[in-house]
């Protein structure tokens, strides 16, 4: 009998912001993910790499200036450092608590390449800021290359790129074989290196890809069981911020498709997840996506915790 698979979308918060935050993040991480494993599941990881990426991309922009015959890093280049540099630490981190327990499997970190459309209407309106502050005279040196820039009064300007949507993962066979033969992947973070085809080569784009959409894609394509997007909050509400507001412990198909349309789900947060969870239970049958935090994540599976969504 073939075990079940489960995508775990780790959030930010999973992660921390800096080296010894993650660190620490990470080995406690990875407990909640060694769980599942113990359980029998068959695990794909993908994670947040919003903190990471802004840092390796102000880092090597500033040497960049400082230094000549360097240059600074486009946006792909930085994502797959991001890739690497987290997943070193999170296949670390499954190893050592396997072998604690006495369980010898392995944990792969795939580089991950997301193909995305060129004419994908979010190149025409860049919404995803990245980088550190700027002055004025940086920013205009910035929409000089070409790339976007905007003001953020009392702060400063901020570089802005596309976030357009995943259309498929390039290594998605190389990440089905890591699963089929029962080990652990770690795929597409932070959404993945968005590329667009250009002859025989990849090319990269100046983009990132929204994570949730990305782990919905890689649950899709794997033909997992469940999607598990963890977050900071243990449950998705309605009335958001008022007095009304309440947990949901439990949706359809249709309530969520009447709760986008109410306009429940911020745009920038939980909207992308709840999008993300019925594209994914659309393309397949039995599945279930479960939106919680790290904390609540063993519990929901079991429908004691979270928020689940799943066909009427």
Not at 20 to 41: C, L, M, R, S
Not at 166 to 173: G, K, N, Q, R, T
Not at 255 to 262: L, M
């Amino acid at each position: 009998m073939a075990k079940k698979r489960i995508v775990l979308a780790l959030g930010h918060h999973a992660l921390g912001t800096n080296l010894p935050e993650q660190k620490k993040a990470v080995a406690e991480t990875a407990k909640v993910i060694a769980d599942f494993i113990e359980a029998g599941w068959q695990v794909a990881v993908t994670h947040s790499n919003a903190p990471q990426v802004g840092m390796i991309h102000t880092a090597m922009n500033e040497f960049g200036k400082l230094h000549d015959g360097y240059t600074s890093a486009p946006m792909s280049v930085c994502s797959a450092m991001s890739q690497g540099y987290i997943g070193y630490d999170l296949q670390n981190g499954i190893r050592a608590e396997l072998v604690k327990r006495g369980i010898y499997k392995s944990a792969a970190t795939i580089l991950t390449q997301m193909m995305v459309n060129p004419y994908d209407e979010a190149f025409y309106t860049p919404m995803k800021p990245i980088g550190r502050y700027m002055t004025a005279v940086e920013a205009k040196e910035e929409e000089e290359k070409g790339n976007f820039v905007e003001e953020v009064p009392g702060l400063g300007f901020r570089r802005v790129v596309a976030s357009p949507k995943p259309v498929s993962i390039v290594e998605i066979e190389i990440i089905k074989a890591v699963l089929d033969a029962d080990q652990i992947v770690i795929a597409c973070g932070g959404g993945g290196i968005p590329v667009m085809e250009q002859g025989y080569r990849l090319k990269g784009a100046s983009a990132v890809i929204e994570k949730d959409r990305a782990a919905g894609l890689l649950a899709k394509e794997i033909d997992a069981d469940v999607l598990m997007i963890l977050t900071n909050v243990d449950n998705v509400t309605l009335n958001f911020g008022t007095p009304d507001e309440r947990p949901i412990v439990q949706m359809d198909l249709n309530e969520a498709e009447s709760g986008i349309r109410e306009g429940q789900f911020e745009t920038g947060s939980m909207l992308p997840k709840i999008e993300a969870s019925l594209d994914f239970i659309r393309h397949g049958r039995n599945r279930k996506a479960i939106i919680t935090s790290l904390n609540q994540a063993k519990a929901s599976l079991e429908g004691k915790a979270g928020t689940t969504i799943k066909e009427a």
